[in-house]
């Protein structure tokens, strides 16, 4: 590949990262929702069977922390928190519909 098209390459996928943070940040700002919070419904959209502290790995805060953020997300109808049937002491997250939908969004506008 010759360098003036490795450098165009570069610059378009720059341009593109560029203009599809600008629309997450956007549709995260119109809804009112903040980076942690669309991080952690993406992370839930991701892991089938995550908990609070995969979400706290993930994430890198306290599990007091990600608990406090999944109340509020399950306080706004986005997530369900679950006993987990081999153990009850484990509460597993899954996406509401409103959460689906709002990750459904929120890649539609990022790809815009």
């Known amino acids: 590949m010759s360098l003036e098209l490795s450098n165009a390459l570069h610059a378009w996928a720059d341009l593109a990262t560029r203009q599809s943070m600008e629309n997450n ?26 908990n609070i502290n995969d979400l706290a790995c993930h994430l890198g805060i306290s599990k007091a922390a990600a608990s406090q953020m999944i109340n509020r997300l399950v306080d706004l109808g986005l997530v369900n928190r ?4 081999l153990d009850r002491r484990i509460k597993l997250l899954t996406l509401t519909e409103e959460g689906q939908s709002i990750i459904r969004g929120n890649r539609l506008a990022r790809h815009a």
């Open 25 to 50: 940040r956007q549709y995260m700002h119109e809804r009112g929702y903040s980076f942690a919070q669309m991080n952690s419904l993406f992370f839930i959209h991701h892991h089938e069977r995550g």
């Open 82 to 85: 679950l006993e987990d049937p």
